[in-house]
C-alpha cells in the first residue's frame, strides 16, 4: 500500500484537522504486513511484547487505534475488534497461528478494510508534517521532478529520476542515510554522462569518482562545477562509503539542493 495516494496537501487553515504522516504509513504497513500474511508468505503468531515482537493481534489493534486517532472508519474499527475478539478466543496460544480457512477469511477481512479506509482518507485534507523541515513538505511528496527545471529533468534517466523520487521520499520518511546515498548515486550517473559528453569516450569498467573529475580536468568541462563535484565525492560520497557512517536528518535536507544544482549544472554544460 502506496501512502502516497491518501495524501492531499493543503494550506494550513483554522478548523482543519491535522493528519500526521506517520499515521497513514504506518496503516499501509500494517495493511501490507497482514496481506502478505494472509496470503501465505510467511508465520506469524497471536501476540508479542510490544516494541520488541510483534504479532497479528497486535497489528490489528494498532489498524484500530490508528483509524480511530484519524477519526475515520468507525464501523470497520467495530469489525476489526470483533475479529480480535474471535480470533483471541479460538487461538488463545499466543504463539499461535491461523489456520488456512481463517487466512482465506482475514484476507477477505483485509481487502474490504483497504477500500474503506482508501475511501475516507480521501476526505482528509492536512497532512502535518515535522515544522522542523528545511525543504518544502507538498514538494517532496510530489517527487523529485519539481525541485529540477522541467526542461533539465526530461533529459535525466529513468533510473536518475528514479533514485531522486527516491532520495525526497527517504527525505519525507526521515531516512536521511539512504536518501543522501541515492541522491549521490544520481549524481556519479549523471556525471559519467558528463564524462562521455566530454570526453568523447564512454566509461567501460570501473572507474571510481575521483579519476572521473581528474580526466575533466584536461577537458573544457567547467572548473567550479569540478570542484563542487570534488566537495561532493570527498566529504559526502567518500564518508558515506563507510559502514558506519551515518547523516542527519538536516544534512540530507541540505545535500539535496546540492545534488539538484550539481546535476543541473552538469546538464547545462553538455
Known amino acids: 500500500m502506496n501512502p502516497y495516494y491518501w495524501l ?9 484537522n491535522e493528519v500526521k504522516l506517520n499515521e497513514l504509513i504506518r496503516i499501509g504497513q500494517l495493511l501490507r504486513y497482514i496481506e502478505d500474511y494472509a496470503e501465505g508468505c510467511f508465520a506469524t503468531w497471536m501476540k ?8 497479528l493481534i497486535d497489528s490489528l489493534t494498532l489498524i484500530r487505534e ?3 486517532e484519524l477519526g475515520i472508519c468507525p464501523g470497520t474499527s467495530k469489525e476489526i475488534q470483533k475479529f480480535i475478539d474471535k480470533t483471541e478466543k479460538k487461538y488463545p496460544a499466543a504463539e499461535s497461528d491461523l489456520s488456512p ?5 482475514l484476507q477477505e477481512y483485509r481487502n474490504l478494510w483497504y477500500d474503506r479506509i482508501i475511501n475516507e482518507s480521501k476526505n482528509l485534507n492536512v497532512v502535518l508534517l ?7 513538505p507538498a514538494l517532496l511528496i510530489k517527487g523529485a521532478e519539481h525541485f529540477f527545471n ?9 533510473t536518475t529520476q528514479r533514485d ?9 520518511f526521515e531516512l536521511p542515510t539512504p536518501a543522501g546515498i541515492l541522491a549521490l548515486r544520481a549524481t556519479e550517473s549523471v556525471l559519467r554522462r558528463y564524462y562521455k559528453r566530454k570526453t568523447n569516450n564512454a566509461i567501460t569498467g570501473f572507474i571510481d569518482w575521483k579519476t572521473i573529475i581528474d580526466h575533466l580536468r584536461n577537458t573544457n568541462a567547467d572548473t567550479t562545477l569540478l570542484g563542487h563535484l570534488d566537495y561532493l565525492r570527498y566529504n559526502l560520497r567518500n564518508r558515506l562509503n563507510h559502514p558506519d557512517a551515518i547523516l542527519a536528518q538536516k544534512e540530507a535536507e541540505n545535500i539535496f539542493p546540492m545534488i539538484v544544482t550539481s546535476v543541473e549544472a552538469m546538464i547545462k554544460d553538455f
Open 8 to 16: 492531499t496537501i493543503q494550506g494550513m487553515e483554522p478548523g482543519m
Open 130 to 136: 515535522n515544522n522542523e523541515y528545511s525543504l518544502n
Open 48 to 55: 508479542g511484547v510490544r516494541g520488541k515482537k510483534i504479532g
Open 101 to 105: 480457512e481463517d487466512r482465506k477469511l
Open 66 to 68: 490508528t483509524i480511530d
Open 164 to 172: 531522486l523520487d527516491e532520495a525526497t521520499r527517504c527525505i519525507l
Open 150 to 158: 522541467e526542461n533539465i529533468w526530461k533529459k535525466l534517466t529513468k
